[in-house]
C-alpha cells in the first residue's frame, strides 16, 4: 500500500513565524503535491513537483515556497505565517503518468494565531 | 466557469436507494478522471477512476464518463449510511505537467437510515 505521511496532524503557530511542513512517500513516485482546503473553497494545489529538484506554482503560490531535495520528501514553507493562512493542508503523490492515482496524506491542520 | 463543477449539496438519499452525482468539466483536453471520497476531518481517498467513454462498475459504485457532453458521474447503488461523506470529482489534462489535477468543490451526501 502507497503510505503518505505528514509530520504533523495539528500545528498551532504565530503570525510572522516561519512554518514547516513536511511530507514523506515510501512509493518512489516522481510527483508530489501540495493542496490546502477551506470550507466553500475546495481543494486548492499550492505547488507541486514532478522530480526532484523541481517545482510548478499551483494555483495559490503566494505565501508559499517548496524544497524537494529528495524523491520522498516534499516540504511545504510559510515564509511568514499569516492569519489568512489557517487552513487544512494535504500532501498528496503519483506515479508519474497522468492516469495515475494521487494518494493524500492525513493532513496537517495549521492555525494561525 | 470552473473548470471542474459539482453540486454541493447536500444530497440526502435514503438508506438503500441510489445517489446519483454529477461533475462537468470545462477542459476539452481532460483524459483522466477521478471520484474521491472524503470523510469529515479526513483525507481524500480514491474510490474510481475512468478514462474511456461509458460506464466503469466497482461494487456499489458506477461511474459514467460522456466526454462529447464533458460530464462524469458517479452512482452508489444500495446506499449506506457509511457513504455518508463529501464526494470529489478530479479531472486531470494531458497539457498539464506533471499530472496536475483539478478539483470540483465536492457534494455532500447524507444516507439516512
Known sequence: DVKVTQSSRYLVKRTGEKVFLECVQDMDHENMFWYRQDPGLGLRLIYFSYDVKMKEKGDIPEGYSV???KKERFSLILESASTNQTSMYLCASSLGQFTDTQYFGPGT????L | QKEVEQNSGPLSVPEGAIASLN???SDRGSQSFFWYRQYSGKSPELIMSIYSNGDKEDGRFTAQLNKASQYVSLLIRDSQPSDSATYLCA????KAAGNKLTFGGGTRVLVKP
Not at chain 1, 491542520?109 to 494561525?112: E, M
Not at chain 2, 479531472?91 to 494531458?94: E, K, T
Open chain 1, 67 to 69: 524544497s524537494r531535495e
Open chain 1, 109 to 112: 491542520r495549521l492555525t494561525v
Open chain 2, 23 to 25: 461533475c462537468t468539466y
Open chain 2, 91 to 94: 479531472v486531470n489534462s494531458i
